[in-house]
């Protein structure tokens, strides 16, 4: 079982069982300070009794359930501004015999902080109150805000969705509908997906031949909770990472957004736009989704993101990464600005894999790291994992993965150059796990 900023998370019925489920869920009731707390839920197989034990769990507590049922992440994070606090049963882009929690607090998600106290609190026993909570359904208007915040004058435009049967299944169809666009939807009935959950793993090859036979500007596909996005383009090519958050930032700065916060696996070439249209990366931030919300409370920041996961955050919306969002910004933006946007991209490659490593190993695996990179860097950066910074437009970083049994390897270089970076740093980070080990 993983346990991290991103929330808690394993394989149902192997590490991650009921009994797990309900004290995690007990033990957050404790931080609840509102005595209300929303509760969502992806369409994976094991979703609905885990939900079911979670809002039991927080009403034995005395916490009251807000129950927006199937509902993706960023609506859950928007709902729970509201009432201060929030579960979401996901395991987002992972596997489907995978799940988990997700726990916000105060529309965001946990800090390193708060989750380092409810972990000292794992040898307890959450207690139960003397005044069982309520359960209350609730609906979200979370597609009409992103409509109204998104809008543009670019309304003929044609896309297609791919929601993978997830969580996102009918608020997607009814966000673009309010944008005025024309969409095209496929698996968009909840559960039922000829795709796996990961959309960065998986070919689209459906969405992307939906784009070209029908001619659309773009194609939008979705993990099982709406927070991650991979954007195909009109040639039925996927964009990585690091171009659709440059292209959600660009709509950004389009908005009059000058302050922006980005990880530190964050392409240079986002940085290189926002400087060249009068914005300012104010702030870096280790990645993560509640690093860079943290990061961007402390500056005040308008918008931002992880170039990782294309990981859109902005504040006035959502403090998390926001799928739709994404795509509604990017679906408004000025046809010539994407393809500036996209030419930029293109000079920079990133490399973004990682080796299976046991957790308990990571960090004998990063301690060493510094030492092996240090001769061919100017700069090592140890605040999150190990990232050498080689020139102006080349750096690995090598980090432990937050949800997976893995360490992650990102890489950035112009041209081939990244693939000779990557092969290096890959075969020294192999050698190290492999003699720790």
């Known amino acids: 079982m993983k346990i991290s900023i991103s929330g808690v998370r394993g394989i149902y019925g192997h590490d991650l ?4 489920v309900d004290r995690f869920a007990g033990l957050f009731a404790g931080f609840i300070k509102s005595g209300k707390c929303v509760v969502a839920r992806d369409t994976r197989p094991s979703s609905p009794i885990i939900a079911q034990i979670v809002c039991a769990s927080l009403m034995a507590a005395g916490i009251d359930v807000y129950n927006l049922g199937i509902a993706p992440t960023p609506a859950a994070f928007r709902e729970a501004r509201k009432y201060k606090a929030g579960i979401i049963v996901t395991a987002s882009h992972n596997p489907l015999e995978w799940n988990g929690l997700k726990f916000i607090m105060d529309g965001r998600g946990l800090f390193e902080h708060e989750l380092d106290e409810m972990l000292k609190m794992l040898k ?6 003397a005044n069982f909570g309520n359960e209350f359904q609730i609906f979200s208007n979370y597609t009409d805000v992103v409509a109204e915040v998104a809008k543009g004058d670019n309304s003929a435009v044609k896309v297609g969705i791919d929601t993978a049967g997830g969580a996102a299944c009918g608020y997607a ?21 000829s795709r796996g959950p990961d959309p960065t793993a998986d070919d689209l090859a459906d969405l992307r031949g939906l784009v070209t036979a029908n001619k659309l500007d773009y194609g939008f596909g979705l993990d099982l909770d709406a927070d991650r996005l991979v954007v195909v383009n009109r040639k039925g090519e996927k964009l990585n990472p690091d171009a659709t958050l440059l292209l959600c930032i660009a709509r950004g700065l389009e908005m009059g957004l000058k302050k922006f916060v980005t990880s530190i696996d964050t392409s240079v070439a986002i940085e290189k736009y926002i400087h060249k249209n009068n914005g300012k990366v104010v702030a870096y931030s280790k990645v993560g989704e509640a690093n860079v919300v943290s990061k961007m409370l402390d500056v005040n920041a308008e918008a931002g993101g992880e170039g990782s996961s294309a990981g859109f955050i902005m504040p006035k919306v959502n403090m998390c990464r926001d799928g739709l969002l994404a795509a509604a910004t990017i679906s408004t933006l000025d046809k010539k600005t994407v393809d500036e946007c996209l030419n930029l991209a293109l000079q920079f490659a990133q490399i973004r894999s990682k080796i299976s490593a046991k957790s308990s190993l990571h960090r004998a695996v990063i301690d060493r790291l510094p030492d092996i990179f240090k001769t061919e860097s100017y700069s090592i950066l140890t605040e999150d994992g190990v990232k050498a910074i080689i020139d102006e437009d080349s ?4 980090r432990p993965s937050n949800t997976e049994h893995a360490i992650r390897i990102s890489v950035e270089s112009r041209g081939e150059k990244a693939q000779a970076i990557y092969k290096k740093a890959s075969e020294k980070v192999q050698k190290v796990y492999d003699q720790v080990r």
């Open 173 to 193: 169809e009814h966000l673009f509908k309010k944008l005025g666009h024309k969409y095209y939807s496929i698996n968009g009935i909840a559960g039922i997906s």
């Open 124 to 129: 307890t026993t959450s207690k139960q109150s």
């Open 17 to 20: 069982n009921l009994h797990e």
């Open 395 to 398: 750096w690995v970083l090598v």
